[in-house]
């Protein structure tokens, strides 16, 4: 299987901020890398595509790079509705599997 | 508008059965696979299974197989998992989630919560 390695676990940060999360593959995945941001007692919703496309209706301070085994989500200029956890989810075959999550927290 | 609408809450015994329904509207069930991701308290999501509404063919997480099995009512556009023998390792909410054409999840249910407990 392949197993996603997302850091950090967590982060602080502030309204206004720029952070960026991580995620590595153990293998090449090419971009078949989705990001996907969660709120508490809620379902997960997509954010990224193909490791750097944005789903319909997702603001432009999120973007998504990287290939390969390399990949990170950045978000510019925090807003309150982005603090959350986020997930990677790689989908090159089977078993699909996501990294551990990184939960943003508002510092 | 896509809607992926679950059941409520679950309390089963230990070594007991359930199955979880995800009933979907607002699109043609059959042009999309369905699958379903478990999240325990706290923790990150795992794949479960995949199923074809079309021909139910279906795609196991080996974790998952004997534990889950992934069925389709297409009269009804409802997917269905069941769960066997339950733990307390089981305890979790389960999302059924759209696989869209360009593979990812873009749609997901609210979440069932199943609490498998004596």
């Known amino acids: 299987d392949i197993q996603m390695t997302q850091s950090p676990a967590s982060l602080s940060a502030s309204v206004g901020e720029t952070v960026t999360i991580t995620c590595r593959a153990s293998?090449?995945?090419?971009?078949?890398l989705a990001w996907y941001q969660q709120k508490q007692g809620k379902s997960p919703q997509l954010l990224v595509y193909n490791a750097k496309t944005l789903a319909e209706g997702v603001p432009s301070r999120f973007s998504g790079s990287g290939s390969g085994t390399q990949f990170s989500l950045k978000i510019n200029s925090l807003q309150p509705e982005d603090f959350g956890s986020y997930y990677c989810?790689?989908?090159?075959?089977?078993?699909?599997?996501f990294g551990a999550g990184t939960k943003l927290e508002l510092k | 508008e896509v809607l992926l609408q679950q059941s409520g809450p679950e309390l089963v015994k230990p070594g007991a059965s359930v199955k979880i329904p995800c009933k979907a509207s607002?699109?043609?069930?059959?042009?999309?696979?369905m699958d379903w991701v478990k999240q325990s308290h706290g923790k990150s999501l795992e794949w479960i299974g995949d199923i074809n509404p079309n021909n139910g063919g279906t795609i196991y997480n080996q974790k998952f197989k004997g534990k889950a099995t992934l069925t389709v009512d297409k009269s009804s556009s409802t997917a269905y998992m069941e769960l066997r023998s339950l733990t307390s390792e089981d305890t979790a909410v389960y999302y059924c989630?759209?696989?869209?054409?360009?593979?990812?999840?873009?749609?997901w249910g609210q979440g069932t919560t199943l609490t498998v407990s004596s």
């Open positions: 607002g699109y043609t069930f059959t042009d999309y696979n």
């Open positions: 989810q790689h989908h090159y075959g089977t078993p699909l599997t």
């Open positions: 293998e090449n995945i090419y971009s078949y």
């Open positions: 989630a759209r696989w869209g054409l360009l593979d990812y999840f873009d749609y």
